[in-house]
Nanobody
Framework: QVQLVESGGGLVQAGGSLRLSCAAS????????MAWYRQAPGKQRELVAR???????NYADDVKGRFTISRDNAKNTVYLQMNKLKPEDTGVYSC??????????????WGQGTQVTVSS
């Protein structure tokens, strides 16, 4: 069972920056894709950024050029650097990790979420 611990959320003024971290522990297999999702109040959870084990990335259109996802495979940790934050970036940010289990089956895991609030 993989445990994910997120950190780095908080309150920031518009235009500011935050860096989120998500450390995975307890993995018995290789970690495949790692991603960040967010859920704004009254809205569905949406993908913010995703990085494959090979380093390919994709971003939501509204964060391109402002957010950067990265990972440290030695530490089983994924990061999200968020710059030029806007009030509409406010939400609960959750880490998502896919572990390669037995027979190559991919198992998803979710963190508990960390609150990001951007004030105008």
């Amino acid at each position: 069972q993989v445990q994910l611990v997120e950190s780095g959320g908080g309150l920031v003024q518009a235009g500011g920056s935050l860096r989120l971290s998500c450390a995975a522990s307890g993995s018995r297999g290789r970690l495949n894709a790692m991603a960040w999702y967010r859920q704004a109040p009254g809205k569905q959870r949406e993908l913010v950024a995703r990085m494959t084990s090979g380093g390919n990335t994709n971003y939501a259109d509204d964060v391109k050029g402002r957010f950067t996802i990265s990972r440290d495979n030695a530490k089983n940790t994924v990061y999200l650097q968020m710059n030029k934050l806007k009030p509409e970036d406010t939400g609960v940010y959750s880490c998502n990790v896919w572990e390669v289990g037995g027979l190559g089956i991919l198992n998803p895991y979710w963190g508990q979420g960390t609150q990001v609030t951007v004030s105008s």
